[in-house]
């Protein structure tokens, strides 16, 4: 970060005062008239009539006595405004308010606990390497570790699947090829001189573009970045790095984080390529869904891992805010934002996490809390709620509403008391967005005073451009409001949790979301809580859906270990899209 410094001083009457008593004379010489002749050559920008337009937007009427009285302090607040933009901020520095989302008096369990996964399951070599594109990274994991595959074959077989299929997904913004290879013949190295890593070792990934990777593009999926080079690398991927996992593309990402079009194009459904996958970790899923990668790493501020995940049918977990680093990945919204796996099976996002989660020194919102993952744990012992009123609605897709129910029936047969959860009454819409709206103005506000922003593909009013100029006209009492109101809505869901371990919530993959369940997902985003999603059905068009569970706050084991007992009694997982007839 650059600073220019400033030497100057707000001009005020007091000021004035000062400065005219400084040079020795007396305040009281000539009093009002010169000031009067200072405030001639310095004419205000403001008027009374642009405050009363402001407060029309504010949703405020003051009086003319009072719009004069404050016509000082607000043309003087333009001499602040300036100061401040003559320091140049990187979208990495981030605000000194830092938000958590623990409240007085929580309680966590600090103890470690050794990992605990499924035993590796050592299959047979396929005669075509090409099947095991959709395996999950236990099934890959023991190819790799049994040397039945090297990790170059398995690097080289899903670089030509990222090759064949971008042209019709548009999921890929840069293959990192040289650096895969590189990674692949060290993992066959190690293994085969009996250094094994672990699960993730020799498994190849893709990383969303607003991840960074030294030596290769982090574009963010927007034009007037699509040349950027950010000399770091992303404590996500350093971590995965270590796991011995092989990066082989960076993944395409909506523009700025938003929906699913980017520069390159919209990347597609692989179970519908006439619609779009989602966003916007819109390559992650897609990649995923279409069997290009082993496992991808996605982002989420309000809805972009759930949303493309269920469009998908891929296996996604949110962690708790706090629990993964955000270093060197693009903010949406810093006290929003979360970064977490998007794979094949629940367990494959439980082996991930536990490769990259916990503190490290750069992402201050990190807190040092355990994972304790047991694959064998017994899942019934968990207390297990679901959000009544969204199974009740109507959902714009009738098949969703269908298998929705049949989630639930599927619960109670494997012996769980489902007990009703109902969201805070709270004005949960106005305290998120509000909250949030502050936060992504300040972003993008160099991008927005550049002009640059006429550079975004997307010039619509739902656009992070437009999104972003309309922040301004939010006062800065009404965002620390909605702050105070988003505590109120914390302390309320963490009652919640005081009832049950992991509540279960419908996701409406159509256009139109659910009330309800649209609130849900706002909801837990904004009190920073986990998520799990998995598929629970197929429409007559063959796409995928999805349900979410929802868990305690760094509760991910518990949350998994119930999402797993879901996905382990059905098969809608095993399933994936037909490629080979696109």
């Not at 100057?8 to 010169?34: D, E, K, M």
């Not at 999950?136 to 080289?156: F, N, P, W």
């Not at 639930?408 to 805070?424: A, D, I, M, Q, Y």
């Not at 419908?506 to 649209?518: E, H, L, Q, Y």
């Amino acid at each position: 970060m650059s600073i220019q410094k400033t030497n100057q001083v707000p001009l005020n009457r007091r000021n004035f005062i000062a400065f005219f008593s400084s040079l020795g004379l007396s305040s009281t010489l000539f009093p009002g008239i010169l000031w009067t002749q200072v405030q001639e050559k310095a004419a205000q920008k403001i008027t009374k009539e642009m405050i009363a337009a402001a407060e029309r937007m504010a949703g405020l009427q003051f009086t003319n006595a009072e719009r004069g009285m404050m016509l000082e302090g607000v043309n003087n607040n333009l001499s602040f405004y300036e100061e401040l933009r003559m320091v140049h901020l990187d979208v990495s520095d981030v605000p000194a308010i830092r938000f958590s989302p623990i409240l007085p008096g929580m309680k966590f369990d600090k103890g470690h606990l050794p990992f605990r996964p499924t035993p590796l399951l050592i299959q047979n070599r396929p005669k075509n390497l090409e099947d095991v594109a959709f395996w999950d990274v236990i099934r890959l994991a023991g190819l790799i570790k049994s040397r039945k595959v090297s990790s170059v074959e398995l690097t080289e077989m899903y670089l030509a699947r990222l090759k064949k299929y971008d042209s019709i997904l548009k999921c890929v913004v840069t293959l990192t090829e040289e650096l895969a290879m590189q990674q692949a013949r060290r993992a066959d190295i190690e293994i085969a001189g009996g250094k094994y890593r672990g699960y993730l070792h020799g498994i190849p990934w893709g990383a969303k573009d607003l991840i960074a990777k030294k030596g290769y593009r982090t574009t963010w999926g927007a034009a007037p970045f699509k040349e950027q080079m950010i000399d770091q690398d992303a404590t996500v991927i350093t971590r995965l790095e270590k796991a011995g996992a092989v990066l082989v593309a960076k993944l395409s990402t909506g523009e700025l984080a938003y929906w699913d079009e980017w520069f390159g194009g919209k990347t597609k459904n692989p179970w519908d390529i006439e619609s779009g996958s989602g966003g916007s970790s819109a390559g992650p899923a897609s990649a995923t869904a279409a069997g290009l990668v082993g496992f991808a790493i996605g982002t989420e501020t309000g809805g972009s891992m759930v949303e493309p995940a269920i469009k998908c049918g891929v296996t996604a977990l949110r962690p708790t805010f706090g629990r993964v680093s955000r270093h060197g990945v693009m903010p949406g919204a810093w006290s929003f934002d979360k970064v977490g796996p998007m794979c094949r099976s629940v367990e494959d996002c439980g082996i991930v996490l536990n490769a990259i989660y916990g503190t490290d020194d750069l992402d201050l919102t990190v807190i040092d809390l355990p994972f304790n993952w047991n694959a064998k744990a017994d899942a019934t012992k968990l207390r297990i709620g679901y959000l009544k009123a969204a199974f009740d609605e109507e959902h714009a897709l009738p098949e969703e509403k269908v298998h929705d129910f049949e989630t639930l029936k599927t619960l109670r047969k494997l012996g769980f008391n489902l007990s009703e959860v109902k969201l805070p009454d709270y004005p949960i819409r106005a305290a998120g967005l509000v909250a949030w709206f502050g936060e992504i103005g300040s972003v993008w506000d160099e991008l927005i005073r550049s002009g640059r922003d006429s550079l975004l593909e997307s010039q619509e009013a739902d656009g992070v451009g437009n999104l972003s100029r309309m922040t301004r006209t939010v006062p800065a009492v009404e965002s620390y409001r909605a702050s105070r109101v988003r505590t109120l809505i914390m302390k309320a869901t963490a009652k919640i949790f005081d009832e049950v371990d992991v509540y279960i919530a419908p996701f409406s993959s159509a256009d139109s979301t659910p009330p309800v369940s649209s609130l849900n997902l706002l909801l837990t985003n904004t009190t920073g809580h986990p998520a799990v999603t998995v598929q629970n059905g197929f429409t007559h068009k063959g796409t995928p859906t999805g349900i979410t569970f929802i868990g305690k706050l760094f509760g991910e084991a518990e949350l998994l270990t119930v999402a797993k007992a879901y996905q382990d009694a059905t098969n809608f997982h095993r399933k994936h899209p037909k490629l080979n007839q696109l």
